[in-house]
């Protein structure tokens, strides 16, 4: 019989998802779990396993199309079955009871998980009858430089190139043929990396591999005075979060500029430790602790305004966002339970949240709740800012770049390490007061590291 799978709902109650690619066409025989398709939701980027072992017998949207949770996705033959498909209730209902998403590689959650072993290799899409090719990666780098492909090749056989959006995308723009970087990286997943050292190897010079101009450059080139760009994915859930944001809480935004000399020879000591060079320890890691610390003697920067309920919420806990920008827009993932973490294991939580969202991996689970955030401005040499809250948070930091300026210290003009924090809340639920204290006490710590050993 014919059976439709409807897009469940891929968590946090989001009601549409874009379909960035099929990885299967109508005639392929799929497995359960197999991968079907990725789908781009507001929040993040995920591939969208079968529920069904089948064949598949008709895609009910195309690359590019935007989908309704609930709505018919993708039809199946299955053999054998007979009585009709699960409704978008009950396949939305297994998905959210079985997802764990930031912990398994099932990331829809439903469907039983992979025993292991490599994912099930996809039919080629060719022709009835005619065999693939099989790729001879060394008589392709034999070649002239450009005789190289400059695209992704079309006919392949057996499983496409394990990597992940962002990767593909960079390849693509150098003109790297995944295919050709999966033959010597093996089973595990390509990563930006690996296109990078490929491209490099084989042709450096070569203007096939060189990026290709996008968007206004391109266009005016071709004569075009200005680009559309859709909105949607990220920057649609990004601009509609901040809209909601600005014109729901009334935002006050405050500045401290502190001497962090202290800080910075702190991070030099501890990077020139043996026992912690596997630890990434910067700035960010020091000033992530110190606004754990600062939470902790100030709850209401830690707490949301429960309008329905007509209650102030204070969290008992600090699941820190950190902003992060990438090539599908800025997200802001959270480290959980921060609170309870080290200086090291923050230091280690945030280089893997750093890791994951450059390579487009973070999951919705990852992006969901936060309680507090902080954005890096001074990573793009900006001293100073008026960040917007993100949605159900009341307090947001934003930390500037450090700067020699001269600075009175001990009553004598120096050259110090200077940086200007800007915290941004909602005066709904914090008082001027109470946000000027918090300023305050992050500052302290970063001033004096030493203080925050007198803090409960």
């Known amino acids: 019989m014919t059976t439709d799978f409807r897009l469940p709902d891929l968590g946090e109650g989001l009601t549409e998802a ?13 497995a359960l779990n197999q ?15 079968s529920p069904y072992d089948g064949v598949v017998a008709t895609l009910h949207a195309e690359a590019g199309d935007t989908v309704a949770v609930g709505a018919p996705l ?84 057996g499983e496409r190139p394990r990597s ?17 970087v999966a033959a010597e990286v093996g089973d595990r997943p390509i990563t ?76 030099t000591s501890l990077r020139e430790d043996r026992a912690l060079s596997a630890h990434r320890i910067g700035p960010l890691v020091v000033i992530a602790k110190a606004v754990c610390l600062a939470l902790g003697r100030t709850p209401g920067l830690n707490s949301r305004w429960d309008g329905e ?8 806990y600090v699941d820190l966002g950190i902003a992060a920008a990438t090539e599908r827009g800025l997200i802001v993932p959270n480290i959980r339970d921060a609170e309870r973490m080290s200086l090291i294991a923050l230091a280690d939580a945030l280089s893997a949240l750093t890791e994951t969202a450059r390579s487009g991996r973070t999951s919705p689970a990852e992006l969901a709740g936060g309680t507090f955030s902080i954005t890096n401005i001074g ?38 390490q200077v940086m200007t924090l800007s915290l941004s809340f909602d005066h709904r639920v914090v008082d001027g007061a109470e946000g000027a204290r918090f300023l305050k006490d992050v500052a302290d710590i970063l001033q004096e590291p030493g203080r925050a050993m007198l803090m409960a």
């Not at 991968?35 to 396993?49: N, Q």
């Not at 309920?309 to 008992?316: F, T």
């Open 18 to 30: 874009e379909i960035v690619q099929w990885l299967v066409a109508p005639g392929d025989t799929v």
């Open 35 to 49: 991968t079907l398709a990725e789908v781009e939701t507001a929040k993040a980027i995920v591939e969208l396993p």
């Open 74 to 157: 993708i039809a199946f033959d299955i053999e054998g079955e007979t009585g009709s498909a699960p409704d978008a209730d009950e396949t939305a209902s297994a998905a959210s009871d079985a997802a764990e998403p930031a912990a398994q590689a099932n990331l829809v959650g439903y469907g039983a998980a992979p025993s292991g072993g490599a994912r099930p290799a996809r039919r080629a899409r060719r022709a009835a009858g005619t065999a693939a090719p099989v790729i001879d990666t060394a008589v392709l780098e034999a070649a002239p430089h450009d005789a190289l492909p400059t695209g992704p090749v079309e006919t392949v056989q």
């Open 164 to 180: 992940t959006p962002p990767v593909r995308a960079h390849a693509k723009r150098l003109g790297v043929d995944l295919v050709l």
């Open 192 to 267: 930006r990396a690996d296109v990078d050292a490929y491209a490099e190897r084989v042709a450096p010079d070569s203007p096939a591999l060189r990026p290709v101009a996008v968007g206004p450059v391109a266009a005016s080139a071709q004569g075009e005075r200005e680009t559309r760009i859709p909105i949607r994915g990220v920057r649609k859930h990004t601009a509609e979060a901040m809209v909601q944001s600005a014109f729901t809480a009334p935002h006050v935004t405050c500045f401290h500029t502190v001497d962090v000399t202290a800080t910075m020879d702190l991070i």
């Open 309 to 316: 309920a007509g209650e102030i919420v204070q969290h008992h």
């Open 379 to 416: 990573v793009f040499g900006i001293d100073a800012g008026t960040p917007i809250l993100p949605p159900g948070q009341s307090g947001i930091l934003a930390v500037g770049a450090v700067r020699p300026q001269p600075w009175v210290h001990r009553g004598e003009l120096a050259v110090r």
